[in-house]
């Protein structure tokens, strides 16, 4: 029984609900939504199809799965935790076999309507199992080795599962979004630092093994980390994204160069400039004010779940906020930093913004979570 | 399960806690993105707005229209044409092999060229175009255009190509244009962006190599927008071309067609200029070759046609030819032994038909020898014993010097290919080229313009331009550029004494119109157009003495390259010179015979200013001239539509 079931007396009933809902989180959701659709809109060359239109539709569902989820409460989510990441693996598993082959990967189960791609729904049902986990665990057991195993153990499987299809980018999420859950929870320092030793030690070693009989990767596999440390050794090759995204970025100087006016992007020169490389495209059309203000945004809507969080007392409401919120974090920020030139280039889609249904609509319904939680919350 | 307060308590701070920590750190990225979105959009603003320019901004060069080329009337001697030609782009193309068999049907298509243009087609990008045919039919051309609709992605085009329309004429002068090989780009070390256009074309012979500079005119540019795949998306700007330079010429057409023609069927070069200017009128070399063919890049069987014809059709003979210049040589000795005053006009030579020198003897043509001969005799008459005697007293290096002054082995600035230096040697010359010392026989040699001595007929005919006025007239081929006066000179006196100069002169009248000069038969009735030259025949083997005892071959028994060249020199009119001529017939056989006809065929012509009708010759030879003047494929006088003419440019 969670603390909100007996503290909670005065819950919000029926579409009254609604007035509680955190508006300004879905004005700031709707917001950078909108700014997606505007470059949508750009980069299909001042049209509304192909991307435009089921893209506004996507989110318009979004929204009402949002409210869906939200007006449901928290504690009956915590419930369904097991459930949803049971199913979330049963699908992954299913596309292992049976997934259409797109991209070279198989991602994603044709719904009809749209594709769903189960390591998306993966990301929210991962953080919401360890959340209720880390509510039914009593917090002085949690630093002990196994209880620390059973979330390892948790988080490992849909990360082997992605990695084999393979999205080393969704792996990448879903090991720091699972990490970053327990580290919230309250697991002891130790563990991390531990982990994080040995991250600094493995990269020191695949370094010093270079060019020794031992080495660690295979040659390409060092090429594309040269590449990506220079992308000038490589202009033309792999190491042509990069640059002509930071061209692109860069050309937009301050006040950028106008709507519809971005050449790097309407003369083709950057790649998967719909999903992937959408942040280039603001930035060189809009310029710094363009690309600081979604920042802004994607920190505001950072903000609103912190506050959430801390304004809860039910564990499982605040971990799960919370882990939605380093979740919606990754993602930006490890796409930014990707064309930005800080990352490496794995396939991390802006959140919102970029097209693409399964990731819309899980965020949509992760943000149902946090409204729900904000619903919710003790008063 | 139950739960103590104190446990949720703690619980919940320490969740607190840490999701500051984790807020702090999503902060803290959040500021490095910002820092670096600042660092590339405000501090290297402005280096990515350039590399975003030279990323989509491509510069095309736009060919500048070559310089056109005229004579001294405005007749068009090198234009530019349209050439039609047709451009096929794959991708606008559905099925290319069935739009480029509907072409073959519609247009008679080069087969090799055809299948080179598909692969091309399909090696380039699908949106380059490729051409497939040119040098089409205006009428070709609009077959195409309107069956347009059934050949998708075929585009008619036209550009500029050279074209000479008075052809073989002026092969010797305007000589041709050719595509930018890269024997040519390491050759002149020419850097000019213009070259990189395709099918570009320049100068490659004569004077359309020499007055490249100024024909060629500067390229524009356009730029253009281009996307990542190099697809031309539009134009932006343009800065035209700069077209080329027109040339006139002082060459006169008509007479250098007449030239051409007379000289057919022989292997010639003649040179004509007018005395008091230095302008060449006429630079001919027999036989000729049509310079169109080089444009388009010669066949290789028309090549060896031209190449293996013993004859030299390829060869400038009348600026790249060196011949020992025979006895029209000897007025340079007889000016030199003048103005050294080693002799006077009116002392007199013995010529027994030969001089003993040790004991070799140098012999006269004329096997009987002349007799006494004075200065002016020797020159009518030729007389070889009397300038064996000049030359002895007059010494090698005053005959060259003096030869030097009147243009024999000094090259002239004439913008043509190949033009030789010629000879006029001195005892220097011989140790340091032969390591031999200078004999006297070589001065004896040297005397009737044999041995080491050797001209070209443009020296020959700047000789005689000299000879006649007294002045230091040079040869001018380029009268203007794009209508500017191009360098005429009038040539400073040289400084002969007057008497010296008539003296000669004189003798060069009695060569054509004394009874018993060498060009007797060569002269013209008409006072007016009164002739005065010079033959020479140049031995181009030597004469054994056993062969002299038994009797010297003549040119008609020997096998072509064996025989004598035949030289002419000369004037007109006598009086009041305006033009002078050289003429040299390789293997003609005699000066008298062969060239001195030709040469006053071409005088007449010039004076006449048309065919010189037959009242001008002598009665016994009318008929013969007449009839030799049915034959000549002479060409009716082409439209003037150069600069003096008419418009200048189309």
């Known amino acids: 029984m969670s603390f909100l079931e007996y503290t909670v007396k005065s819950t919000p009933n029926g579409l009254r609900k609604l007035l509680y809902v955190n508006w300004a989180l879905v004005i700031l959701l709707t917001a950078v939504a909108s700014i997606g659709f505007l470059m949508l809109y750009s980069v299909a060359g001042g049209s509304?199809?192909?991307?435009?239109?089921?893209?506004?539709?996507?989110?318009?569902?979004?929204?009402?799965?949002?409210?869906?989820?939200?007006?449901?409460?928290?504690?009956?989510?915590?419930?369904?935790?097991?459930?949803?990441?049971?199913?979330?693996?049963?699908?992954?598993?299913?596309?292992?076999?049976?997934?259409?082959?797109?991209?070279?990967?198989?991602?994603?189960?044709d719904l009809g309507f749209m594709r769903l791609q189960p390591s998306e729904l993966t990301k929210i049902t991962l953080v919401m199992l360890l959340a209720a986990y880390y509510d039914w665990l009593d917090s002085r057991k949690m630093s002990r080795p196994l209880y620390v195993l059973i979330p390892l153990l948790i988080i490992a499987v849909p990360v082997m599962l992605t990695l084999r299809q393979p999205d080393l980018g969704t792996a990448l999420l879903l090991l720091m979004g699972g990490g970053a859950v327990m580290f919230l929870a309250g697991v002891h320092w130790a563990y991390f630092a531990a982990v994080v030793a040995a991250g600094v030690g493995a990269v020191t070693a695949v370094f010093a093994s270079r060019g020794t009989p031992w080495q660690l990767l295979q040659d390409y596999q060092y090429r594309r980390i040269d590449t990506f440390l220079d992308p000038s050794t490589d202009p033309l090759g792999a190491g042509y994204h990069i640059t002509q995204s930071q061209i692109a970025l860069g050309s937009g100087g301050f006040a950028g160069r106008g709507f519809m006016q971005g050449t790097q992007s309407r003369l083709n020169f950057l790649p998967e400039k719909h999903t992937d490389f959408i942040f280039t495209t603001l930035a060189e059309e809009f310029g710094f004010i363009g690309a600081a203000s979604l920042l802004l945004l994607y920190l505001l809507i950072l903000l609103f779940c912190v506050i959430t969080a801390l304004q809860t007392k039910d564990r499982f409401a605040s971990l799960v906020t919370l882990g939605i919120a380093v979740a919606f974090f990754l993602y930006f920020a490890l796409n930014m930093a990707m064309v930005m030139g800080l990352a490496p280039v794995v396939g991390v889609p802006l959140p919102l913004v970029s097209y693409?249904?399964?990731?819309?609509?899980?965020?949509?319904?992760?943000?149902?979570?946090?409204?729900?939680?904000?619903?919710?919350?003790?008063? | 399960m139950k739960r103590t307060p104190k446990e949720t308590e703690d619980s919940a701070r320490l969740i607190g806690r840490r999701s500051l920590i984790v807020a702090g750190v999503m902060a803290g990225t959040g500021a490095?993105?910002?820092?670096?979105?600042?660092?590339?959009?405000?501090?290297?603003?402005?280096?990515?707005?350039?590399?975003?320019?030279?990323?989509?901004?491509?510069?095309?060069?736009?060919?500048?229209a070559r310089g056109l080329i005229f004579d001294r009337a405005g007749t068009l001697l090198a234009g530019n044409e349209q050439n039609y030609r047709i451009t096929m782009v794959r991708e606008d193309a559905d099925d290319i092999d069935e739009v480029l068999r509907r072409l073959s049907e519609l247009v008679n298509l080069d087969m090799g060229r055809l299948s080179r243009a598909r692969e091309e087609m399909l090696a380039r990008a699908p949106f380059v175009p490729v051409t497939i045919a040119d040098r089409l039919s205006w009428e070709e051309l609009s077959t195409v255009a309107v069956n347009a609709p059934a050949l998708p992605g075929v585009t008619p085009e036209f550009g500029l190509s050279r074209i000479y329309p008075l052809g073989a004429d002026f092969a010797h002068v305007v000589g041709y244009v050719g595509p930018v090989s890269d024997w040519y780009l390491e050759t002149t070390g020419d850097t000019d962006p213009v070259l990189q256009i395709p099918d570009f074309q320049v100068g490659r012979y004569n004077i359309e190599a020499r007055m490249e500079n100024s024909l060629r005119g500067r390229a524009g540019t356009k730029r253009v927008e281009v996307n990542a795949g190099g697809r031309v998306m539009r134009e932006l700007d343009r800065d035209a071309a700069t077209p080329g330079s027109d040339l006139q010429l002082t060459i006169d057409a008509g007479l250098q067609n007449y030239v051409e023609a007379r000289m057919i069927g022989e292997s010639a070069g003649a040179v004509v200029m007018e005395v008091q200017t230095g302008d060449v009128l006429a630079l001919a070399s027999a036989p000729t070759f049509d310079p169109n063919l080089f444009v388009r890049g010669i066949s290789t069987t028309d090549w060896n046609t031209l190449n293996q014809d013993r004859y030299r059709p390829l060869a400038n003979k009348a600026?790249?030819?060196?011949?020992?210049?025979?006895?029209?040589?000897?007025?340079?000795?007889?000016?030199?032994?003048?103005?050294?005053?080693?002799?006077?006009?009116?002392?007199?030579?013995?010529?027994?038909?030969?001089?003993?020198?040790?004991?070799?003897?140098?012999?006269?043509?004329?096997?009987?020898?002349?007799?006494?001969?004075?200065?002016?005799?020797?020159i009518t008459q030729s007389c070889d014993v009397y300038y064996y005697e000049l030359a002895q007293r007059t010494g090698i290096e005053a005959i060259s010097a003096m030869a030097r002054r009147f243009g024999c082995g000094v090259r002239h600035d004439v913008p043509l290919s190949g033009v030789v230096e010629g000879l006029a040697p001195t005892m220097q010359w011989k140790r340091e080229n032969r390591g031999e010392d200078w004999l006297v026989g070589d001065t004896l040699n040297a005397s009737i313009g044999q041995g080491f001595v050797l001209s070209s007929p443009l020296q020959l005919a700047v000789m005689t331009a000299r000879l006649a006025t007294g002045r230091m007239i040079s040869p001018r081929m380029v009268k203007s550029i794009d209508g500017r006066e191009a360098g005429a000179l009038h040539g400073e006196d040289m400084g002969l004494h007057p008497n010296h100069l008539a003296l000669i002169q004189e003798g060069m009248y009695r060569v054509n119109?004394?009874?018993?000069?060498?060009?007797?038969?060569?002269?013209?009735?008409?006072?007016?157009?009164?002739?005065?030259?010079?033959?020479?025949?140049?031995?181009?083997?030597?004469?054994?003495?056993?062969?002299?005892?038994a009797g010297v071959i003549s040119n008609a028994d020997l096998p072509w390259e064996r025989r004598d060249h035949a030289l002419y020199v000369g004037y007109a009119p006598y009086d009041n010179p305006r033009y002078a001529v050289s003429v040299v017939v390789e293997h003609g056989g005699g000066g008298s015979t062969a060239a001195a006809p030709i040469a006053r065929d071409i005088l007449l012509r010039a004076q006449h200013g048309d065919v010189p009708p037959p009242e001008l010759y002598p009665a016994d030879q009318r008929r013969e001239i007449e009839d030799l003047h049915e034959r000549l494929p002479l060409r009716p006088a082409p439209p003037v539509d150069g600069p003096t003419g008419g418009s200048s440019q189309a």
């Open chain 1, 48 to 109: 509304m199809s192909p991307w435009v239109e089921p893209q506004m539709q996507r989110f318009g569902m979004g929204l009402v799965a949002m409210f869906v989820v939200a007006m449901v409460p928290i504690w009956f989510w915590r419930n369904m935790s097991g459930l949803a990441y049971g199913i979330s693996i049963l699908l992954l598993l299913y596309v292992e076999f049976f997934g259409a082959i797109g991209m070279g990967a198989q991602r994603w189960i």
């Open chain 1, 356 to 379: 693409g249904g399964s990731a819309m609509l899980v965020l949509m319904v992760a943000f149902g979570l946090v409204q729900s939680a904000h619903i919710h919350r003790p008063r």
């Open chain 2, 32 to 64: 490095v993105l910002a820092g670096r979105m600042r660092y590339l959009q405000l501090e290297r603003a402005d280096d990515f707005r350039l590399l975003a320019e030279e990323n989509r901004i491509n510069i095309r060069l736009l060919p500048p």
């Open chain 2, 319 to 378: 600026v790249q030819g060196l011949y020992p210049p025979g006895s029209t040589y000897k007025m340079i000795v007889a000016m030199a032994a003048l103005e050294a005053g080693v002799i006077t006009p009116e002392e007199t030579v013995y010529c027994g038909g030969f001089t003993e020198l040790g004991n070799r003897r140098f012999h006269c043509w004329r096997r009987g020898g002349h007799g006494h001969m004075n200065m002016i005799d020797s």
């Open chain 2, 513 to 549: 119109n004394h009874r018993r000069g060498t060009a007797y038969r060569s002269r013209t009735e008409d006072a007016a157009y009164t002739i005065a030259g010079k033959t020479g025949t140049s031995q181009v083997r030597n004469i054994t003495a056993a062969e002299r005892r």
